[in-house]
């Protein structure tokens, strides 16, 4: 089983959900923490269950909630050098232990 579904996307948020049998993965978390939740609950999907968070680009709206979400339900974020310096506000949010 292989499910790739957009989440929200646009100007004012992006977040993509991949599932596997294996893993379940966001790639950008550009809404709230709430709308995330929200919408993956309708897939009957719980953000505990989120295996890691892969980021694309440092902009807002594919970083607003990410912090919130790594810290409170201790999800690895992927993102590379450039990324992590360009967006320090979600980065010191984050733990060191999942800053990947």
Not at 47 to 69: C, F, M, P, R, W
């Amino acid at each position: 089983m292989f499910k790739f579904i957009s989440l929200y996307s646009g100007s004012t948020g992006n977040s993509l959900f991949i599932e596997t049998d294996h893993t379940k993965l966001l790639i950008d978390a550009g809404v709230s923490a709430k709308k995330i939740t929200s919408a993956l609950t309708a897939l009957q999907t719980n953000l505990n269950d989120i295996d890691a968070i892969i980021v694309t680009h440092e902009h807002s709206d594919h970083t607003q909630s990410l912090g919130t979400l790594s810290c409170k339900y201790n999800i690895p974020v992927f993102a590379n050098k450039e990324t992590w310096d360009a967006m320090t506000l979600q980065r010191d949010k984050i733990s060191t232990s999942n800053q990947k």
